[in-house]
């Protein structure tokens, strides 16, 4: 089995910053790719930003220049360091990883349970 924990979420006034914290175990053969997703009341899930292993990454138009994403490929985890934080940006962030586990030949998606992110006006 895979298990993905993410951490950081909270309470933050407008203009500032939070840090989320992924971390992917288990039965794991590769890591794809690891992303972030948020899903806020009434809203469809959209993505947010993703790391690819081999250092690529991507973001949604609504966060470039505010979020950063980062991987650390030795510990399986991902972070996403989000700043200038507006009040849209509530929402549950989901942490993603696209990987291949030591039972399936081929990637899967796998989710974390969610960590809230509240941002006050």
């Known amino acids: 089995q895979v298990q993905l924990v993410e ?28 992303a972030w997703y948020r899903q806020a009341p009434g809203k469809e899930r959209e993505r947010v930003a993703v790391f690819y292993t081999g250092g690529a990454t991507d973001y949604a138009a609504f966060v470039k220049g505010r979020f950063t994403i980062s991987g650390d490929n030795a510990k399986n985890t991902v972070y996403l360091q989000m700043n200038s934080l507006k009040p849209e940006d509530t929402a549950v962030y989901y942490c993603n990883a696209y990987l291949v586990t030591l039972y399936e030949l081929r990637p899967l998606d796998y989710w974390g349970k969610g960590t809230l992110v509240t941002v006050s006006s």
């Open 7 to 34: 951490s950081g979420g909270g309470l933050v006034q407008a203009g500032g910053s939070l840090r989320l914290s992924c971390a992917a175990s288990g039965s794991i053969s590769s890591i794809n790719s690891m």
